[in-house]
Protein backbone atom coordinates (compact mmCIF):
# COMPACT_ATOMS: atom_id res chain seq x y z
CA UNK A 1 0.00 0.00 0.00
CA UNK A 2 1.52 3.38 -0.98
CA UNK A 3 0.77 6.37 1.30
CA UNK A 4 -0.67 9.33 -0.21
CA UNK A 5 0.25 12.77 1.37
CA UNK A 6 -2.84 14.97 1.93
CA UNK A 7 -2.10 17.92 0.05
CA UNK A 8 -2.01 15.24 -3.19
CA UNK A 9 -4.22 17.12 -6.08
CA UNK A 10 -7.18 14.87 -7.35
CA UNK A 11 -5.10 13.71 -10.20
CA UNK A 12 -1.81 12.38 -8.40
CA UNK A 13 -4.76 10.84 -6.16
CA UNK A 14 -6.16 9.12 -8.69
CA UNK A 15 -3.05 7.78 -10.42
CA UNK A 16 -2.19 6.12 -6.84
CA UNK A 17 -5.34 4.28 -6.27
CA UNK A 18 -5.50 2.82 -9.55
CA UNK A 19 -1.93 1.17 -9.08
CA UNK A 20 -3.31 -0.08 -5.53
CA UNK A 21 -6.11 -1.40 -7.04
CA UNK A 22 -3.89 -3.05 -10.03
CA UNK A 23 -1.59 -4.62 -7.88
CA UNK A 24 -3.86 -5.84 -5.17
CA UNK A 25 -7.42 -6.98 -7.18
CA UNK A 26 -8.89 -8.97 -9.52
CA UNK A 27 -8.85 -6.18 -12.34
CA UNK A 28 -8.97 -8.86 -15.33
CA UNK A 29 -11.92 -9.67 -17.96
CA UNK A 30 -14.22 -12.73 -16.45
CA UNK A 31 -15.78 -13.74 -19.75
CA UNK A 32 -13.97 -12.77 -22.39
CA UNK A 33 -10.38 -13.67 -24.00
CA UNK A 34 -8.16 -11.42 -26.41
CA UNK A 35 -8.85 -14.35 -29.03
CA UNK A 36 -5.68 -14.87 -29.50
CA UNK A 37 -5.82 -18.36 -28.54
CA UNK A 38 -8.25 -18.55 -32.19
CA UNK A 39 -4.71 -17.64 -34.12
CA UNK A 40 -2.73 -20.50 -35.46
CA UNK A 41 0.38 -19.76 -37.23
CA UNK A 42 1.07 -22.15 -39.39
CA UNK A 43 4.53 -23.11 -39.01
CA UNK A 44 6.94 -22.80 -42.15
CA UNK A 45 8.66 -26.35 -41.96
CA UNK A 46 12.50 -25.14 -41.89
CA UNK A 47 14.56 -26.53 -39.31
CA UNK A 48 15.80 -23.23 -37.39
CA UNK A 49 17.75 -23.79 -33.98
CA UNK A 50 16.55 -20.60 -31.12
CA UNK A 51 20.11 -19.08 -30.95
CA UNK A 52 19.36 -18.32 -34.79
CA UNK A 53 16.83 -16.36 -34.58
CA UNK A 54 16.62 -12.58 -34.21
CA UNK A 55 13.76 -11.15 -32.52
CA UNK A 56 15.24 -7.73 -33.31
CA UNK A 57 13.04 -4.84 -34.86
CA UNK A 58 13.18 -0.90 -35.31
CA UNK A 59 11.19 1.73 -34.48
CA UNK A 60 11.74 4.85 -35.61
CA UNK A 61 14.53 4.17 -37.03
CA UNK A 62 16.32 2.21 -33.87
CA UNK A 63 17.16 -1.11 -33.11
CA UNK A 64 14.84 -2.80 -30.38
CA UNK A 65 15.57 -6.15 -29.31
CA UNK A 66 12.03 -7.23 -30.22
CA UNK A 67 9.22 -5.33 -31.60
CA UNK A 68 7.44 -5.08 -27.58
CA UNK A 69 6.78 -2.45 -25.43
CA UNK A 70 6.03 -1.09 -22.22
CA UNK A 71 2.62 0.65 -21.98
CA UNK A 72 2.08 4.29 -20.63
CA UNK A 73 1.38 3.62 -16.84
CA UNK A 74 2.63 6.21 -14.09
CA UNK A 75 4.26 9.41 -13.51
CA UNK A 76 2.51 12.28 -11.67
CA UNK A 77 3.86 11.92 -7.87
CA UNK A 78 7.12 11.17 -6.41
CA UNK A 79 6.29 7.27 -5.39
CA UNK A 80 5.53 6.90 -8.85
CA UNK A 81 8.71 8.65 -10.01
CA UNK A 82 10.39 5.88 -8.08
CA UNK A 83 8.11 2.96 -10.41
CA UNK A 84 9.02 4.77 -13.26
CA UNK A 85 12.25 4.96 -12.76
CA UNK A 86 13.07 1.39 -12.40
CA UNK A 87 10.81 0.73 -15.05
CA UNK A 88 12.81 3.09 -17.26
CA UNK A 89 16.15 1.40 -16.56
CA UNK A 90 15.15 -2.20 -17.19
CA UNK A 91 13.73 -1.06 -20.62
CA UNK A 92 16.97 0.55 -21.63
CA UNK A 93 18.97 -2.41 -20.68
CA UNK A 94 16.93 -4.85 -22.39
CA UNK A 95 16.58 -1.95 -25.48
CA UNK A 96 12.55 -1.90 -25.40
CA UNK A 97 10.46 1.16 -25.42
CA UNK A 98 9.10 2.55 -22.92
CA UNK A 99 5.64 4.69 -22.39
CA UNK A 100 4.88 7.08 -19.19
CA UNK A 101 1.60 7.47 -18.14
CA UNK A 102 -1.13 10.27 -18.48
CA UNK A 103 1.20 13.50 -18.34
CA UNK A 104 -2.25 15.51 -16.94
CA UNK A 105 -0.10 15.76 -13.99
CA UNK A 106 2.75 17.61 -15.17
CA UNK A 107 0.85 20.37 -17.37
CA UNK A 108 -1.00 21.02 -14.11
CA UNK A 109 1.69 21.28 -11.96
CA UNK A 110 4.94 21.24 -14.14
CA UNK A 111 7.37 20.99 -10.87
CA UNK A 112 5.94 17.24 -11.42
CA UNK A 113 7.51 17.14 -14.40
CA UNK A 114 10.90 15.31 -13.12
CA UNK A 115 8.28 11.95 -12.13
CA UNK A 116 7.83 11.19 -16.11
CA UNK A 117 11.34 12.60 -17.48
CA UNK A 118 12.56 9.03 -18.00
CA UNK A 119 15.72 10.30 -20.86
CA UNK A 120 16.91 11.90 -17.61
CA UNK A 121 17.66 8.60 -15.72
CA UNK A 122 18.54 6.54 -19.06
CA UNK A 123 19.12 8.61 -22.52
CA UNK A 124 19.54 5.78 -24.99
CA UNK A 125 15.36 5.46 -24.54
CA UNK A 126 12.71 5.64 -26.77
CA UNK A 127 10.43 7.36 -24.96
CA UNK A 128 6.46 7.55 -25.92
CA UNK A 129 4.28 10.47 -24.33
CA UNK A 130 1.04 10.32 -23.15
CA UNK A 131 -2.41 12.48 -22.52
CA UNK A 132 -6.16 11.94 -22.82
CA UNK A 133 -7.37 12.79 -26.21
CA UNK A 134 -10.15 14.89 -24.46
CA UNK A 135 -8.02 16.67 -22.99
CA UNK A 136 -6.88 17.86 -26.52
CA UNK A 137 -10.27 20.02 -25.42
CA UNK A 138 -8.69 22.07 -22.64
CA UNK A 139 -4.90 22.37 -24.41
CA UNK A 140 -3.47 23.58 -27.59
CA UNK A 141 -0.80 22.41 -29.56
CA UNK A 142 1.59 24.32 -28.00
CA UNK A 143 0.81 23.03 -24.43
CA UNK A 144 1.03 19.56 -26.17
CA UNK A 145 4.46 20.32 -27.86
CA UNK A 146 5.40 21.63 -24.79
CA UNK A 147 4.78 18.86 -22.63
CA UNK A 148 6.48 15.99 -24.68
CA UNK A 149 9.73 18.27 -25.46
CA UNK A 150 10.20 19.00 -21.72
CA UNK A 151 10.74 15.15 -21.13
CA UNK A 152 12.15 14.82 -25.25
CA UNK A 153 9.89 12.12 -25.80
CA UNK A 154 10.04 10.20 -29.18
CA UNK A 155 6.46 9.51 -29.73
CA UNK A 156 3.15 10.60 -28.37
CA UNK A 157 0.18 8.26 -27.17
CA UNK A 158 -3.52 9.64 -26.91
CA UNK A 159 -5.60 7.92 -25.20
CA UNK A 160 -8.96 7.68 -25.49
CA UNK A 161 -10.70 5.88 -22.91
CA UNK A 162 -14.87 6.32 -23.10
CA UNK A 163 -15.75 3.32 -21.22
CA UNK A 164 -13.14 3.63 -18.30
CA UNK A 165 -14.56 7.64 -17.74
CA UNK A 166 -18.56 6.29 -18.54
CA UNK A 167 -17.40 4.33 -14.64
CA UNK A 168 -15.24 6.48 -13.41
CA UNK A 169 -16.41 8.82 -10.62
CA UNK A 170 -15.02 12.19 -11.64
CA UNK A 171 -15.29 10.87 -15.86
CA UNK A 172 -15.10 12.94 -18.31
CA UNK A 173 -17.53 11.59 -21.44
CA UNK A 174 -17.52 14.66 -23.27
CA UNK A 175 -15.59 13.43 -26.57
CA UNK A 176 -17.13 15.52 -28.72
CA UNK A 177 -14.57 17.98 -31.15
CA UNK A 178 -12.06 15.37 -29.87
CA UNK A 179 -11.48 13.73 -33.45
CA UNK A 180 -10.66 17.27 -34.86
CA UNK A 181 -8.16 18.20 -32.82
CA UNK A 182 -6.78 14.72 -33.13
CA UNK A 183 -6.11 15.53 -36.42
CA UNK A 184 -5.18 19.06 -35.89
CA UNK A 185 -2.76 18.13 -33.46
CA UNK A 186 -0.73 14.98 -35.28
CA UNK A 187 -0.02 17.17 -37.90
CA UNK A 188 1.48 20.40 -36.11
CA UNK A 189 3.39 18.91 -33.32
CA UNK A 190 7.06 16.91 -33.84
CA UNK A 191 6.33 13.82 -32.84
CA UNK A 192 4.05 10.57 -34.22
CA UNK A 193 1.30 10.00 -33.14
CA UNK A 194 -0.47 7.14 -32.22
CA UNK A 195 -3.87 6.39 -30.84
CA UNK A 196 -4.49 4.10 -28.00
CA UNK A 197 -7.16 2.59 -26.10
CA UNK A 198 -6.90 1.68 -22.51
CA UNK A 199 -7.99 -2.44 -22.69
CA UNK A 200 -11.64 -1.79 -24.67
CA UNK A 201 -10.46 -2.11 -28.23
CA UNK A 202 -10.67 0.29 -31.50
CA UNK A 203 -13.11 -0.50 -33.80
CA UNK A 204 -12.82 -0.73 -38.10
CA UNK A 205 -15.22 2.11 -37.88
CA UNK A 206 -13.10 4.45 -35.73
CA UNK A 207 -9.48 3.36 -36.85
CA UNK A 208 -10.61 4.27 -40.90
CA UNK A 209 -11.40 7.72 -39.19
CA UNK A 210 -7.66 8.13 -39.03
CA UNK A 211 -6.05 6.64 -42.07
CA UNK A 212 -3.73 8.86 -43.41
CA UNK A 213 -3.73 11.33 -40.15
CA UNK A 214 -2.06 9.34 -37.51
CA UNK A 215 0.84 7.41 -37.15
CA UNK A 216 -0.23 4.53 -35.43
CA UNK A 217 -3.14 2.68 -33.77
CA UNK A 218 -2.65 0.92 -30.69
CA UNK A 219 -5.46 -1.27 -30.05
CA UNK A 220 -5.11 -2.03 -26.12
CA UNK A 221 -8.60 -4.15 -26.78
CA UNK A 222 -10.38 -6.88 -24.41
CA UNK A 223 -9.06 -10.01 -22.89
CA UNK A 224 -6.44 -8.09 -20.27
CA UNK A 225 -6.91 -5.31 -17.83
CA UNK A 226 -10.02 -4.13 -17.35
CA UNK A 227 -10.59 -0.61 -16.64
CA UNK A 228 -13.95 -0.65 -16.23
CA UNK A 229 -13.04 -2.95 -13.61
CA UNK A 230 -10.53 -1.05 -12.44
CA UNK A 231 -12.89 2.73 -11.91
CA UNK A 232 -15.93 -0.16 -10.64
CA UNK A 233 -13.96 -0.91 -7.15
CA UNK A 234 -13.85 3.71 -7.13
CA UNK A 235 -17.00 3.95 -8.24
CA UNK A 236 -18.77 1.76 -5.85
CA UNK A 237 -21.41 1.84 -7.64
CA UNK A 238 -23.01 -1.79 -9.72
CA UNK A 239 -23.31 -0.02 -13.09
CA UNK A 240 -19.14 -1.10 -13.97
CA UNK A 241 -19.67 -4.81 -12.65
CA UNK A 242 -22.27 -5.19 -16.05
CA UNK A 243 -19.73 -3.65 -18.17
CA UNK A 244 -16.72 -5.43 -16.53
CA UNK A 245 -16.47 -7.34 -20.08
CA UNK A 246 -17.04 -4.07 -21.99
CA UNK A 247 -14.88 -4.10 -24.86
CA UNK A 248 -13.21 -5.76 -28.86
CA UNK A 249 -10.72 -8.68 -28.00
CA UNK A 250 -7.10 -7.81 -29.16
CA UNK A 251 -6.62 -10.05 -31.89
CA UNK A 252 -10.12 -8.81 -33.31
CA UNK A 253 -9.27 -5.37 -33.05
CA UNK A 254 -6.05 -5.65 -34.74
CA UNK A 255 -7.81 -7.87 -37.61
CA UNK A 256 -10.32 -4.46 -37.81
CA UNK A 257 -8.00 -1.81 -37.71
CA UNK A 258 -5.64 -3.48 -40.07
CA UNK A 259 -8.22 -4.04 -42.68
CA UNK A 260 -9.08 -0.27 -42.65
CA UNK A 261 -5.72 1.44 -41.44
CA UNK A 262 -2.35 2.09 -43.62
CA UNK A 263 -0.27 3.10 -40.65
CA UNK A 264 1.28 0.71 -38.05
CA UNK A 265 -1.20 -1.51 -36.06
CA UNK A 266 0.05 -2.11 -32.56
CA UNK A 267 -1.52 -4.79 -30.41
CA UNK A 268 -1.90 -4.36 -26.82
CA UNK A 269 -4.42 -4.97 -23.74
CA UNK A 270 -4.30 -8.37 -22.49
CA UNK A 271 -0.50 -9.78 -24.36
CA UNK A 272 0.70 -12.27 -21.51
CA UNK A 273 2.76 -14.90 -23.46
CA UNK A 274 5.30 -15.14 -26.44
CA UNK A 275 3.03 -16.62 -28.06
CA UNK A 276 0.05 -13.81 -28.00
CA UNK A 277 3.29 -11.58 -29.48
CA UNK A 278 4.50 -14.20 -32.10
CA UNK A 279 0.68 -14.78 -33.30
CA UNK A 280 -0.29 -10.70 -33.02
CA UNK A 281 2.97 -10.26 -35.46
CA UNK A 282 1.77 -12.91 -37.81
CA UNK A 283 -1.78 -11.18 -38.23
CA UNK A 284 0.24 -7.84 -39.06
CA UNK A 285 0.99 -5.91 -35.94
CA UNK A 286 3.66 -3.52 -35.96
CA UNK A 287 4.57 -3.74 -32.06
CA UNK A 288 2.79 -5.24 -28.68
CA UNK A 289 2.47 -3.13 -25.73
CA UNK A 290 2.50 -4.79 -21.57
CA UNK A 291 1.15 -2.68 -19.18
CA UNK A 292 -0.13 -4.44 -15.81
CA UNK A 293 2.63 -7.38 -16.14
CA UNK A 294 5.45 -4.74 -16.08
CA UNK A 295 3.96 -3.32 -13.11
CA UNK A 296 3.41 -6.65 -11.12
CA UNK A 297 6.98 -7.38 -11.76
CA UNK A 298 8.11 -4.16 -10.76
CA UNK A 299 6.39 -4.53 -7.60
CA UNK A 300 8.03 -8.05 -7.11
CA UNK A 301 11.41 -7.40 -8.26
CA UNK A 302 12.22 -3.34 -8.58
CA UNK A 303 14.32 -2.60 -12.07
CA UNK A 304 15.79 -6.42 -12.14
CA UNK A 305 12.33 -7.75 -11.75
CA UNK A 306 11.14 -6.12 -14.86
CA UNK A 307 14.65 -6.78 -16.82
CA UNK A 308 13.62 -10.50 -15.96
CA UNK A 309 10.34 -10.05 -17.01
CA UNK A 310 11.43 -8.82 -20.51
CA UNK A 311 14.44 -10.79 -21.41
CA UNK A 312 12.47 -13.95 -20.84
CA UNK A 313 9.35 -12.47 -22.96
CA UNK A 314 11.94 -11.90 -26.08
CA UNK A 315 13.77 -15.49 -24.83
CA UNK A 316 9.97 -17.17 -25.15
CA UNK A 317 9.46 -15.14 -28.65
CA UNK A 318 12.77 -16.44 -29.69
CA UNK A 319 12.04 -19.84 -28.75
CA UNK A 320 8.57 -20.03 -30.32
CA UNK A 321 9.67 -18.69 -33.40
CA UNK A 322 12.25 -21.13 -33.98
CA UNK A 323 9.77 -23.86 -32.88
CA UNK A 324 7.51 -22.58 -35.64
CA UNK A 325 10.80 -22.18 -38.33
CA UNK A 326 10.80 -18.23 -38.52
CA UNK A 327 14.61 -16.75 -38.36
CA UNK A 328 13.51 -13.65 -38.57
CA UNK A 329 10.44 -10.96 -37.78
CA UNK A 330 9.93 -10.23 -41.27
CA UNK A 331 9.78 -14.04 -41.65
CA UNK A 332 7.03 -14.28 -39.37
CA UNK A 333 5.18 -11.33 -40.81
CA UNK A 334 5.01 -13.04 -43.99
CA UNK A 335 3.62 -16.76 -42.16
CA UNK A 336 0.36 -18.36 -43.11
CA UNK A 337 -2.61 -17.85 -40.32
CA UNK A 338 -5.70 -19.63 -39.68
CA UNK A 339 -8.41 -18.41 -37.26
CA UNK A 340 -10.47 -20.66 -35.20
CA UNK A 341 -13.96 -20.68 -35.85
CA UNK A 342 -15.80 -17.57 -32.93
CA UNK A 343 -13.22 -15.43 -34.79
CA UNK A 344 -13.74 -16.08 -38.46
CA UNK A 345 -17.37 -15.95 -37.57
CA UNK A 346 -17.23 -12.52 -36.28
CA UNK A 347 -14.20 -11.74 -39.05
CA UNK A 348 -17.10 -12.51 -41.58
CA UNK A 349 -19.90 -10.75 -39.60
CA UNK A 350 -17.91 -7.69 -39.41
CA UNK A 351 -17.27 -8.07 -43.59
CA UNK A 352 -12.64 -8.27 -43.00
CA UNK A 353 -10.93 -8.57 -45.57
CA UNK A 354 -7.29 -8.45 -45.02
CA UNK A 355 -4.77 -10.03 -47.25
CA UNK A 356 -2.09 -12.08 -46.91
CA UNK A 357 1.02 -10.62 -48.18
CA UNK A 358 2.93 -13.66 -49.39
CA UNK A 359 -0.24 -15.96 -50.69
CA UNK A 360 -1.92 -12.88 -52.28
CA UNK A 361 -4.87 -14.55 -50.75
CA UNK A 362 -8.09 -13.09 -48.36
CA UNK A 363 -9.10 -14.41 -45.12
C1 LIG B 1 -1.26 1.07 -13.30
C2 LIG B 1 -1.70 1.41 -14.69
C3 LIG B 1 -1.89 2.74 -15.03
C4 LIG B 1 -2.30 3.09 -16.33
N1 LIG B 1 -2.36 4.41 -16.68
C5 LIG B 1 -2.55 4.74 -17.99
C6 LIG B 1 -2.42 6.09 -18.44
O1 LIG B 1 -2.15 7.01 -17.67
N2 LIG B 1 -2.61 6.35 -19.77
C7 LIG B 1 -2.92 5.35 -20.66
O2 LIG B 1 -3.03 5.61 -21.86
N3 LIG B 1 -3.06 4.07 -20.25
C8 LIG B 1 -2.88 3.75 -18.96
N4 LIG B 1 -2.98 2.43 -18.55
C9 LIG B 1 -3.52 1.43 -19.51
C10 LIG B 1 -2.45 0.58 -20.17
O3 LIG B 1 -1.59 1.38 -20.96
C11 LIG B 1 -3.10 -0.52 -21.04
O4 LIG B 1 -3.80 0.12 -22.09
C12 LIG B 1 -4.07 -1.43 -20.31
O5 LIG B 1 -3.71 -1.65 -18.97
C13 LIG B 1 -4.23 -2.79 -21.03
O6 LIG B 1 -3.01 -3.49 -21.06
P1 LIG B 1 -2.69 -4.77 -20.13
O7 LIG B 1 -3.79 -5.75 -20.34
O8 LIG B 1 -1.35 -5.24 -20.60
O9 LIG B 1 -2.65 -4.28 -18.71
C14 LIG B 1 -2.56 2.07 -17.28
C15 LIG B 1 -2.38 0.72 -16.91
C16 LIG B 1 -1.94 0.38 -15.65
C17 LIG B 1 -1.75 -1.07 -15.32
Redesign the pocket.
Known amino acids: MICLPDESEETQRR ?1 IE ?2 DI ?1 LNKDTQYHDKTTMFEFVEVVPSGKKIDSGDVDASSTLLNKKISAPIFI ?4 GGHTATFEINKKIAVAAARAKIPM ?1 V ?2 QRAMVENDALTYTYDMKKIVDDLILIG ?1 IGASKLLKYDNKTVQKMLDSINADML ?1 L ?1 T ?1 PGQESVQPEGDIDFKGVYGRICNLAKNIKQPVIL ?4 NGISKEVAEMFDGKIFAIDV ?1 GAG ?2 T ?1 IGVETYRSKGAYGKAFWDWGIPTALSVLESKSVFSGQVWA ?4 RKPSDVVKALAIGAGMC ?5 V ?1 MSENRGGSEGVYAYLTDMIDGIKKEMAALGFRSVEELRNADVKFGGPLTSLMRQRGLKIRNERRGQSY
Open positions: KHIISGMTGGSNAHNKEVGQGTWSGGIGVAKPL
